[in-house]
């Protein structure tokens, strides 16, 4: 059971409240520093080699991450390299909400630079002071510094932040107390993030068994001459994509001005997972300007949205019509009484179909495929009623598995907001941790 300390004091700052009365109220600047990033011009970029550049990217959940590096080829002073134990901070972005994102760096990242958008506080007291960084307490002062405008934690400001310090030897037992209970809960957090995926791999396999030998266990199968399909029903057709499409709308061209409020321009971020996500991108058009693509083809209900490129296969069924569609989405729909628009959709997303797809795509930078290639990829067609019996089934399925992963995710969600909560009171002395508990 977590205890609280015998006597507390008015901290004199409304966000921190009390504090241990043994505790003293203090300002960044006079146990750390401050440093800003150094700028560098496209001229010192190398490739893969060189000095690292922390940026805001590199900072993903709390960790280190290296997926997308930067590297340059510059003096650079001793003074902008970050040192073990530096709290790297993202201090300027163009999403609010990344403003304040840390990480500590350890010995394996001792000795590369950062970029100007980031700050490093440096301090001997770095191992209680981190837990700070990733407390309520630093994200709420955070946050009164943000504008509309400016989207910056500037030195000036880090440095005047306050912050509520113990006496060393309770710096080291809060710090190795949040170490052990944040492992725990990274580790738990771990576990249904795995679940997640299992759960998605879960939904892959019902729709890839679904759509490629249907939803009977007792039907006949014959061999489908094709490597990667297999064994079909013995009912079922092999026929060019292309050969059932009622319509195929390719939406390339002039892409009309954006405007702030409008019609709502799907792009090809926002296909995704066999819906339309329409927080993923947010753009829209005016209506009149839009006409000109929009009269290729208006879209209707259900219609299938497939993107062409960046990303590549990507499938929806259009759920509102009050849309425009931007480039890289082709629209199709089925033939009536042939080819059923969800059962399509599906056929689209199983592995047999994106196999096919990526033999025929091309590009350099991004993978793509023209609309010429279309009618070379293959669609597995079984009679249309068994078609839509196939959708609902997979629709069902994958509610199911859908309503488990809501709730997956739901458990992260309080268990990132445990994390959070149990450092801002640690880090604040509102508990006492079992460490210090005689």
Same mark, same amino acid.
């Given at each position: ?174 710090? $190795?107390? +949040? ?7 990274? %580790?738990? &957090? =771990?576990?249904?993030? !795995?679940? *997640? ?112 490129? $960046?990303? +590549? ?7 509102? %019509?009050? &849309? =425009?569609?931007?480039? !890289?989405? *082709? ?108």
């Amino acid at each position: 059971m977590i205890e609280r300390h015998e006597k507390y004091k008015n901290s004199g700052i409304a966000w921190l409240g009390e504090i241990p009365e043994h505790w003293e109220v203090i300002k960044l600047k006079y146990i750390g520093e401050s440093i800003i990033g150094m700028t560098y011009s496209p001229d010192d970029v190398v490739p893969n080699q060189g000095t690292l550049v922390l940026r805001s990217s590199n900072i993903q959940d709390g960790k280190l991450s290296l997926n997308d590096c930067v590297y340059i080829q510059k003096d650079i002073p001793d003074k902008l390299r970050v040192k073990k134990g530096d709290i790297l901070i993202c201090s300027r972005n163009g999403s609010r909400a990344l403003i304040g994102k840390n990480i500590t760096i350890d010995e394996a990242t001792e000795g590369q630079t950062f970029g100007a958008f980031m700050t490093v506080f440096r301090t001997e007291l770095s191992e209680f002071v981190s837990k700070y960084f990733n407390s309520q307490v630093f994200n709420g002062q955070s946050g009164l510094f943000l504008t509309a405008t400016i989207n910056q934690l500037t030195i000036n400001t880090i440095n005047n932040f306050f912050i509520a310090l113990p006496h060393p030897e309770e710096q080291g037992a809060i710090a $190795a107390f +949040l170490d052990r209970k944040t492992a725990e809960i990274d %580790e738990l &957090i =771990a576990q249904k993030e !795995r679940l *997640i995926e299992l759960y998605e791999e879960e939904k892959t396999a019902i729709i890839n068994e679904a759509v490629t030998k249907g939803i009977n266990p007792d039907v006949k199968l014959k061999p489908s001459g094709i490597d990667w399909l297999g064994d079909i029903p013995e009912h079922w057709q092999i026929v060019p994509m292309t050969k059932y499409l009622d319509s195929i709308v390719d939406y390339r061209g002039r892409t009309p001005k954006k405007i702030d409020t409008g019609l709502f321009l799907v792009t090809a971020k926002n296909i995704k997972g066999g819906i339309i996500d329409y927080s993923l991108s947010e753009e829209y058009v005016d209506r009149l300007d839009a006409q000109s693509l929009l009269d290729r083809g208006t879209p209707e209900i259900g219609d299938v949205l497939f993107t062409t490129e $960046a990303p +590549l296969g990507e499938v929806a069924n259009i759920d509102r %019509e009050d &849309i =425009a569609l931007a480039q !890289r989405v *082709i629209k199709f729909r089925g033939k009536e009484k042939v080819l059923d628009n969800y059962f399509l959709k599906y056929w689209l997303m199983c592995n047999s179909f994106q196999q096919d797809l990526y033999t025929y795509a091309t590009g350099s930078t991004a993978l793509g495929i023209k609309a010429s290639k279309l009618p070379k990829l293959l669609l597995l067609l079984p009679p249309l009623e068994e078609q839509r019996a196939i959708a609902a089934y997979i629709e069902k399925e994958c509610a199911r598995i859908d309503a488990k992963i809501a709730k997956t995710k739901r458990i992260i969600e309080l268990q990132k907001e445990y994390r959070t909560a149990l450092i801002s009171e640690a880090v604040t002395g509102k508990i006492k941790v079992p460490e210090l508990v005689a």
